[in-house]
C-alpha cells in the first residue's frame, strides 16, 4: 500500500506538539458514501528488551470477518513515552507493517486516539493523514473529556465533550461489559465510526479488526 511521506520523525517533543496542532488542521470530517469491504487493525506492543515495538495490521474481510491479509513489521524504539505524544513513539512500526499491505482496506481501526486528544491529533489521525484512507481511533481508555457512563446494553452511547466540543463517544461494544471510547481519526464521521466499530464488534468488549491485530502482536513479541 502506498504511504503519504507527510514529516520527519526525527523532532524535538517541543517540535512533535505543534507539528500535532499543525497537522490537526488537515484532518477531514466527511461522511462515507462506499460500502466498507476490508477493515484493518492496528496494534502495536513492545520487546521483551524494551527496545524495539513491534506493528500488526489484520486486514479483514466483511461482514463475515474472514482473513484477508496480516503483516507486521519491527522497528528500534526511539522515542520514550510523553502523554500526547504516543503517534511520534508507535507510528513509524504501524506505517512500516501497512506499507507492506496487497490488499488495500478501506478503513483502519487503531487501538488508540483520534481526535479526541488535547491537541485534537492522536495516533488514529496521524496515521489517517499518512495512509489517507478513513481511519478511527478506538481506545480501551480516555485521554481526555467528560461523559456520562453509557447504559448498559450492547450499542448504548454517551458524547464525550471537551471545552464544549464533542470530540468521540463512549460506546459499549457488549452487554454489562467496559466501554470503549470511540473517536474520529481521519475521513469519516463520528457516526461513521461508532457504526463501523459496533458493525466490527461481535462477541468481544474490541472489535475483530484491532481484537485479531492485539493477538498477532501479542505472539510475535514472544520472540523479539
Not at 69 to 86: D, K, R, W
Not at 110 to 134: C, W, Y
Amino acid at each position: 500500500m502506498k504511504i503519504r511521506n507527510l514529516h520527519s520523525w526525527k523532532l524535538s517533543y517541543g517540535e512533535a506538539a505543534r507539528l500535532q496542532s499543525k497537522l490537526a488542521r488537515k484532518v477531514r470530517f466527511e461522511s462515507i458514501e462506499k460500502p466498507l469491504r476490508f477493515a484493518a487493525g492496528l496494534d502495536c506492543s513492545f520487546s521483551k528488551d524494551g527496545q524495539k515495538i513491534i506493528a500488526a495490521v489484520v486486514v479483514l474481510k466483511l461482514p463475515g470477518f474472514e482473513v484477508a491479509e496480516i503483516q507486521s513489521a519491527v522497528c528500534p524504539l526511539t522515542f520514550p513515552y510523553i502523554p500526547g505524544l504516543l503517534s511520534f513513539r508507535e507510528a513509524p512500526a504501524c506505517i512500516k507493517a501497512v506499507e507492506k499491505l496487497k490488499t488495500i482496506p478501506d478503513i483502519f481501526i487503531v487501538d488508540g486516539q483520534g481526535v479526541a486528544h488535547p491537541r485534537r491529533f492522536g495516533i488514529a489521525s496521524h496515521l489517517g493523514l499518512f495512509f489517507d484512507k478513513p481511519t478511527v481511533g478506538c481506545a480501551k481508555s480516555r485521554l481526555i473529556g467528560v461523559y456520562e457512563e453509557p447504559a448498559l446494553a450492547k450499542g448504548s452511547f454517551s458524547p464525550m465533550r471537551d471545552k464544549q466540543e464533542t470530540i468521540g463517544g463512549v460506546v459499549r461494544t457488549r452487554t454489562n461489559v467496559k466501554p470503549v471510547f470511540i473517536s474520529v481519526g481521519h475521513k469519516c464521521t463520528l457516526e461513521d465510526a461508532v457504526e463501523t466499530v459496533l458493525a466490527c464488534t461481535s462477541r468481544y468488549r474490541l472489535p475483530e479488526p484491532t481484537r485479531h491485530a492485539h493477538q498477532l502482536v501479542s505472539r510475535l513479541k514472544l520472540d523479539i
